[in-house]
């Protein structure tokens, strides 16, 4: 059972916000958890062999990110111990806050690479491909030969590698390399040669340049000043800047509609947005609901500061119950495959 | 209907026309061939038939091309991609995407044709092409046969009713290529698809195309039915080249033709035994070699020794064991068991460059090997690699042999195919090894071109030399080797003289032994030496 | 064209430079995490732009194509990266991006730099929050690489491209650090004095870029230097010999007599 590349999308989306919004390690334990589980239950069997090694990241990110703060963070009121104040920087005194404080940014860190790590796993190659816009439409080209070519250029490498071995060369230094880089990447460019012709011959696009139309370049640069604009009002503490923003947003938006009318073509069996799909992302998007200006939800638990002194975080149950939205694919998938038992 | 009048045609900055005063009409439902030297301009004239000449080499012209009434120069290659598909050489560079499908739908998904109608087309293309079952299949799982029938799929997909290929099987084996040839004719005969074809296996081609049209330097020289047109032209398959030279008429194109004339010429009774040149000492010897890749025997033992003087052939079909025997010898690939001796030595626990001072081993993608400057900059490479001395000299006598002298400071790669590949047999062998291990040298070469590297290798045999040859051209065997030793699934299932072991395999045996079972003969100089002697 | 991207580019740094040490100032409704969520939204948003614009100048086959292939090759490197020896922080992806820049323009660099580093994310499964980061920057290396002057002697221009290779192994890491600093470290500055923002803000980022990358960054330059001085020159060679081919599009033809 698969989904939708562009539901997966929404799902990252979400989640990775959530991730960066919230420092309360009630909130970021229960996304991590989410996340790790989503993936274990959504990832194809067949995942391609070399994977991340989370854990070890992880564990890395968080050791580093605690020990960092504690050693440049001399605030917070319980002071385990003291360097001596004449070294640089880390002098002064270090605090249970300033450790604990490095460690939920590292568990944050941590959090929203699980959510990439995730989607990475679980979205075969071709179709992350295929999520470029429609008006990108000649770079997701580019992108998709040079994924046909990876594997190739591999084969040829070792080839290459090979044939200078047999004529007595040894690889000894970093120039040694020459004669497998240089006809590899000429090899290379005569292959790109090769290739342009047969994709001309098949009809591909025109030979001339198209001109990106002025509205739509008008609108794109616009819409980047909005953007910019709104986030540096942001700064200033202005909480329109974030309407300014999607304004901003909204605008380039439409700018790529505009272009993506320039592109005639069209799709070989696209695949279909099933209401499996629709589940996913509405799961996905109930999770943003507390953010929102509605009653009901202590919003303020999102954010979670051990400083001036340490205390337990807050948790509301109604927004806990809120993430869980994001743990749809996995419900669907348990619901499938025992479905699919109880049938066979 | 193709209609070319008049067309001369020039590359950017090149000295000489590539095309000249061509004229040429060729019928709707024409299967055409066109052969003739390489460099002769066959696929420029290809290019031309779909607008890529001129708009994607640019260059200068004269003269005009129609193709369906259709001005080639003025319509340009997006508009004629639906009245001519094309396909070309190389089958590793014309895949766009990653799939087979996907790849089939590019053309149609740029001509926006609407999705249900792409449905249709696609079926029906993969069904033409019978490649149905590999539908879903990655492309770097495919074979370069498999590759080359995805292509011409691809090039269908628009539905044009003309197919121009520039080479298409040059690059693959003999099963392969068949395999490519004949949904080439079936597309011909069923659909009635106007084919152009440039190919130099005529053997396998010849008796299903309407016409044959030769060029050379540039200019048509010989236009007609493939019959008339082959007794001109001095090129062909053995059999045409018997014929032509015993006068048979008509010239048969097949074994089959050539029978009727073949009861005529009386066979010997008793083989005449060639007394060879007795090989001196063995060069290589392999004993009892064994080879494992990933848990899976491609290699069980495997003896044979090759001898002073002496080439012997290994042939197989792909996947028999054939190149993995090669590496293993020049250390690349390090065997189980068993042992391999380079000129009494063995080859156990010695580094690649060290046996390879020993062995020259031709690769079978020459330009893997090339990335210096100059031709001769390449051969130094080599000396410099093994820290030998160079003596201009010497080099100077081995670019003469090569027939190199008047582009030794070229930059290779600009070179033609057979140049190029002499220059890298140049870069292995300027080390003087007595072994030459030879893999696939003459795949996509021409007659011309071959029979040059015939005449080095023959010099080279005869100062003492030894060759280890592995092909799937047969031709070329019966032409060179001693002996000929056949791999299946890793292990010698047949040794023995060239002639022996050719004649006794109906598969494998050359035109010359089919036409004349029991004879002995497997070229046709055997047979002309026999009757006029 | 040009300088409307080197003028969006320009304004995008310093503007997040001055966002965060202002964030830093006037913290009361920033915290530590929407700045880092703002940063990547304008980056991504200025990727959006830029990609845009300059595929407008890339269409035709031959670049597509070579483009395409050029990445393939370049994040190949990138797998093979134990074949070549080397330095730990150091990739050998920035000297051929450095090089195409080069030879083909600041268009094609630009592309060149962005692509690779999506495409090898996208195929070692390496996609991340910092994606945006590093296919900013990378393209705006080879942009940068494409606007070199381009001296006649070759021992200038190999001397050239290395002090940039060299210059660029720590922009690089400079840059990129900007990404992971404030998630690392944040808001525990709030109890500071307002006033002392900016100064403290820098004098904390060059404190932390020196503690965590300065070596790590240093043996991408080394890298570069080494890779660069290797085979800087046989890969421009092979390069400019191609772009002839790559960039023909015209053709004249002779009128029927």
Redesign the interface.
């Known amino acids: 059972m698969t989904f939708d590349a562009r539901a997966w999308l929404i799902w990252l989306f979400v989640g990775?916000?959530m991730a960066?919004?919230?420092?309360n390690p009630l909130y970021l334990a229960l996304l991590l958890f989410i996340s790790r589980m989503v993936e274990g239950a959504c990832a194809p069997i067949d995942a391609?062999g070399?994977?991340?090694p989370f854990w070890r990241i992880s564990l890395a990110v968080l050791v580093?990110?605690t020990l960092?703060?504690m050693l440049?963070?001399h605030?917070?009121h319980t002071t385990l111990f003291s360097l001596p104040t004449s070294w640089p920087?880390v002098g002064g005194p270090l605090t249970l806050e300033?450790a604990v404080?490095?460690f939920l940014?590292?568990l944050?860190?941590v959090t929203?690479?699980s959510f990439?790590?995730a989607?990475?796993?679980i979205v075969p190659?071709?179709e992350?491909?295929g999520l470029t816009p429609r008006?990108?439409h000649?770079?997701g080209?580019?992108?998709?030969?040079?994924?046909?070519?990876?594997?190739?250029?591999?084969h040829?490498?070792r080839?290459?590698?090979?044939?200078?071995?047999?004529?007595?060369?040894?690889f000894d230094?970093?120039?040694a390399?020459?004669?497998v880089?240089?006809?590899?990447?000429?090899?290379?460019?005569?292959?790109?040669?090769?290739?342009?012709?047969?994709?001309?011959?098949?009809?591909?696009?025109?030979?001339?340049?198209?001109?990106?139309p002025p509205r739509a370049?008008l609108l794109?640069?616009a819409?980047?000043l909005l953007?910019?604009g709104g986030?540096?009002r942001?700064?200033?503490?202005?909480?329109d800047g974030w309407l300014i923003?999607v304004i901003?947003?909204l605008a380039?938006v439409l700018?790529?509609r505009e272009?993506s009318r320039l592109f005639?073509?069209?799709?070989?069996?696209?695949r279909r947005w099933m209401l499996f799909d629709t589940l996913i992302a509405l799961g996905a998007l109930l999770v943003m609901f507390p953010l929102l200006p509605v009653p009901g939800f202590d919003r303020l638990s999102l954010?979670f500061?051990p400083?001036?002194e340490l205390g337990l975080p807050p948790f509301d149950l109604w927004i806990g119950v809120m993430f869980l939205g994001l743990a749809m694919p996995a419900l669907i998938v348990a619901i499938y495959s025992s479905g699919v038992e109880a049938s066979s | 209907m193709i209609a070319v009048r008049n067309f001369t045609f020039s590359y950017p900055q090149a000295r000489e026309p590539a095309l000249k005063d061509i004229d040429w009409v060729i019928p709707d439902g024409q299967f055409v061939l066109v052969a003739g030297p390489s460099g002769s301009g066959k696929s420029t004239l290809l290019r031309s038939l779909n607008g890529l000449i001129p708009h994607f080499s640019g260059g200068s012209l004269s003269g005009n091309i129609t193709v369906d009434d259709v001005d080639t120069v003025l319509a340009g290659p997006r508009l004629l991609s639906r009245i001519v598909g094309f396909v070309a050489q190389d089958p590793e560079a014309q895949a766009v995407l990653d799939q087979v499908e996907g790849e089939i739908a590019f053309a149609l998904e740029n001509a926006a044709i609407s999705p249900t109608e792409m449905r249709v087309r696609v079926e029906e293309t993969l069904d033409l092409l019978g490649l149905t079952p590999l539908r879903s299949r990655s492309l770097s799982t495919l074979s370069g046969g498999e590759r080359q029938r995805l292509a011409i799929a691809a090039a269908l997909a628009l539905r044009p009713h003309i197919l121009v290929l520039d080479e298409p099987t040059s690059q693959l084996d003999p099963q392969s290529a068949e395999d490519v040839l004949r949904a080439l004719v079936r597309l011909n005969e069923d659909l009635g698809l106007t084919i152009v074809l440039a190919e130099h296996r005529l053997e396998r081609i010849a008796r299903y195309a309407d016409r044959l049209t030769w060029l050379e330097d540039g200019r048509i020289v010989a236009d007609g039915p493939v019959r008339t047109v082959l007794a001109q032209i001095n090129a062909g398959p053995p059999i045409v080249q018997l014929g032509r030279a015993l006068g048979w008429q008509p010239l048969p194109l097949t074994v089959k033709e050539g029978k009727s004339f073949a009861e005529d010429i009386p066979v010997p009774q008793t083989l005449e035994v060639e007394t060879s040149a007795v090989p001196g000492p063995p060069l290589l010897e392999v004993n009892g070699l064994r080879f494992a890749y990933n848990g899976q025997q491609t290699l069980r033992d495997i003896d044979l020794s090759i001898g002073a003087g002496e080439a012997v052939a290994l042939v197989g079909r792909n996947g028999a064991g054939k190149s993995t025997l090669l590496k293993c010898i020049v250390g690349l690939l390090r065997p189980q068991s068993g042992d391999i001796q380079v000129s009494g030595q063995s080859v156990r626990n010695r580094p690649v460059a060290d046996i390879c001072r020993d062995v020259g081993y031709l690769p079978q993608n020459p330009d893997d090997l090339l990335f210096a400057e100059t031709v001769i900059d390449e051969l130094r490479v080599t000396l410099q690699n093994h820290h030998l001395p160079e003596s201009s000299a010497d080099l100077d006598s081995l670019l003469r042999r090569l027939k190199l002298t008047g582009v030794d400071a070229s930059y290779p790669r600009d070179l033609s195919v057979g140049q190029r590949q002499r220059v890298a047999l140049g870069a292995v062998t300027v080390t003087r090894p007595r072994l030459l291990l030879l893999d696939e040298p003459t795949r996509g070469l021409d007659a011309a071109t071959k029979a040059s590297l015939v005449a080095v290798w023959r010099d080279w045999l005869a100062e003492g030399a030894a060759i280890l040859l592995v092909t799937h051209d047969v031709e070329l065997v019966a032409m060179i080797a001693d002996r000929t030793i056949m791999l299946s699934g890793g292990e010698i299932i047949a040794a023995g003289t060239t002639r022996d072991v050719l004649t006794s395999s109906p598969h494998f045996a050359p035109q010359i032994a089919r036409l004349f079972p029991n004879s002995g003969w497997i070229t046709p100089a055997d047979v002309l030496k026999h009757i006029q002697p | 064209m040009l300088a409307i991207v080197i003028g969006l580019v320009a304004l995008a740094y310093p503007f997040i430079m001055r966002m965060i040490a202002s964030s830093r100032a006037d913290a009361a409704m920033l915290g530590s995490s929407e700045v880092p969520f703002l940063t990547g939204v304008l980056i991504s948003l200025c990727l959006a732009v830029l990609l845009v614009e300059l595929q407008g100048h890339v269409a035709g086959a031959k670049t597509v194509a070579a483009l395409g292939i050029m990445i393939a090759v370049t994040s190949t490197l990138r797998f093979i990266e134990v074949g070549i020896p080397g330095p730990g922080g150091f990739s050998p992806i920035f000297a051929p991006i450095i090089l195409g820049g080069y030879v083909f323009g600041p268009r094609f660099g630009f592309l060149l730099g962005a692509m690779t580093l999506l495409v090898s994310a996208v195929i070692t499964a390496g996609v991340g929050p910092w994606l945006p980061y590093q296919m900013f920057t990378a393209g705006w290396i080879g942009l940068v690489a494409g606007g070199l002057p381009h001296p006649r002697r070759p021992r200038v221009e190999i001397a050239l491209l290395i002090g940039f290779g060299f210059l660029w192994g720590f922009v690089y890491g400079f840059i990129m650090n900007l990404y992971t600093w404030p998630y690392l470290t944040g808001d525990p500055l709030i109890t500071w004095t307002p006033g002392a923002g900016v100064a403290e803000a820098v004098r904390r980022y060059v404190a932390f870029y020196l503690t965590t990358s300065f070596l790590w960054d240093a043996a991408a330059a080394v890298g570069n230097v080494v890779l660069l001085a290797a085979l800087g020159l046989p890969t421009i060679r092979a390069l400019t010999r191609f772009r002839g081919r790559m960039q023909f599009q015209v053709f004249h033809q002779v009128p029927n007599p």
């Open positions: 990775g916000l960066i919004l919230t420092s391609n070399w994977r991340l580093f990110s960092f703060n440049m963070a605030v917070g920087l300033a404080y490095g940014s590292g944050r860190l929203l690479l990439f790590l989607f990475n796993t190659t071709h992350m491909a008006a990108l000649e770079l080209l580019i992108m998709l030969i040079a994924i046909t070519y990876v594997p190739e250029t591999m040829q490498f080839r290459i590698r090979d044939a200078q071995a047999i004529r007595g060369h040894q230094s970093l120039r390399w020459r004669p880089i240089i006809p590899l990447l000429i090899a290379g460019l005569e292959r790109a040669l090769n290739l342009s012709e047969t994709m001309v011959a098949r009809g591909y696009g025109s030979t001339t340049q198209v001109k990106t370049r794109m640069f819409g980047l953007a910019l986030a540096i942001l700064a200033w503490g202005g909480v923003m901003g947003m380039i700018a790529y272009l005639v073509h069209t799709r070989y069996r696209p954010a500061s400083y001036p």
